[in-house]
């Protein structure tokens, strides 16, 4: 608490000293981002005079090169505040016995991942972080799920599949008749609803006052991100969910790493929120795709960490510039009356 203080005074001297005239230029603005981005440590971050101009220029609405009263009350209520005082959600992805030790344990999969080690950072997590809001996802298939391979008999290919209903082999990609043609990924039957496959992992901690979130429970469409399904008809609640608690930045973590916890972390990002992926909480399928995902979240402004760094950032004390960047990116269009 005393830091936030501090931090608060820092920035108010920083605006007082330099506002004889009531106006800021891009090198206040400058000192301003000096303070704002740093570690629990003091350590500055920096943060690029290109992204610093693009920031700069998303409050100086009337591009005039000065940041005025008005503006500058815009950029302390909607971006300062929220950079030193995050509302945090963690969000824990599919952390369920299939994908551990059942059906799709991944470490039969290339990348030979333990999903087991993802559950003890997250227990240490819960245990020593204040976040605002906890959700739990859960893969949640009725038995007729069409990502089953067992399942492939029940629908229509379409022509242009590349493999045939025959042929199809567990992690093939099939492509379903539509309207429209659908890709699928082919999986071992999983996380069928009420069974011991789709529980969570008994050491994972379940906090009280946590939400639960179940996707997949369309037969006909699977769903790798908590928030829609992958054709987009259907969302879960966790977009209301994450509104009510005023959510502007999201922890996501979990299984598997290059398919729900990515589509996940991206679909955070494409909707605006500040979006934190943790790296030693994750596990995946296929080393190849964990990279491609890792470079997803970062092209779109997300920040990969250690589960190591999570408690200075829940708590204001290390504010990354990207996360910064991001949110400016956001208020772009918004208009000051907000
Ligand atoms: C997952 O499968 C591997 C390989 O069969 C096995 O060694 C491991 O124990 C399984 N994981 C768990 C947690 O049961
Ligand atoms: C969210 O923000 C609204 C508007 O500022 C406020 O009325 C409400 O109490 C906040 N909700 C929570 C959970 O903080
Ligand atoms: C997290 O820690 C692991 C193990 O020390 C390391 O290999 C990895 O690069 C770290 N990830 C990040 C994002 O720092
Ligand atoms: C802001 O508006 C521009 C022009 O209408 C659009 O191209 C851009 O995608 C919008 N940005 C955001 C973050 O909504
Ligand atoms: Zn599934």
């Known amino acids: ?135 739990y996802s859960l893969d949640w298939h009725p038995s007729d799920h069409i990502s089953f391979i067992d399942n492939i008999g029940q629908r229509e290919l379409d022509p242009s599949s590349p493999v045939t209903a025959e042929n199809a082999k567990v992690y093939d990609t099939v492509i379903f008749k539509g309207p429209p043609p659908m890709k699928q990924k082919l999986w071992p039957r999983h996380c069928v609803q009420d069974t011991w496959g789709s529980e969570l992992h008994k050491d994972l901690k379940v906090i009280d006052n946590s939400i639960k979130v179940y996707k997949g429970t369309n037969p006909e469409v699977d769903s790798y991100s908590v928030f829609w399904d992958n054709r987009k008809l259907t969302d879960t609640t966790l977009c209301a969910q994450l509104r009510m608690k005023n959510a502007t930045d999201i922890y996501v973590c979990g299984l598997a790493y290059d398919v729900c916890v990515g589509a996940t972390a991206i679909d955070a990002l494409s909707i605006g929120y500040r979006t934190i992926l943790l790296d030693d909480c994750s596990r995946g399928v296929d080393l190849v795709d964990i990279e491609k995902t890792k470079n997803s979240v970062i092209d779109n402004n997300g920040v990969i960490v250690n589960s190591s760094d999570v408690k200075a950032m829940v708590e204001g004390r290390d504010r990354r510039p990207e996360l910064g960047y991001k949110l400016a990116m956001e208020l772009k269009n918004y208009s000051m009356d907000n």
């Open 1 to 135: 608490m005393l830091k936030i203080t501090f931090i608060y005074c820092f920035i108010f001297l920083c605006v007082e000293m330099n506002t004889r005239d009531e106006m800021l230029d891009i090198d206040e603005f400058r000192c301003i981002c000096r303070a704002l981005f740093r570690n629990d440590k003091g350590k500055i971050y920096s943060l690029s005079e290109m992204q610093l101009r693009e920031i700069f220029e998303v409050f100086d609405k009337n591009e005039d090169g000065y940041l005025d009263k008005e503006e500058f009350a815009f950029c302390w209520n909607n971006w300062i505040k929220i950079v030193v005082r995050p509302i945090s959600v963690f969000l824990i992805v599919d952390v369920q016995n299939d994908f551990i030790s059942g059906s799709l344990n991944i470490s039969h999969c290339s990348a030979q991942q333990d999903g087991t080690e993802v559950i003890e950072p997250i227990n240490r997590l819960l245990d020593t972080v204040q976040f605002d809001a906890v959700f």
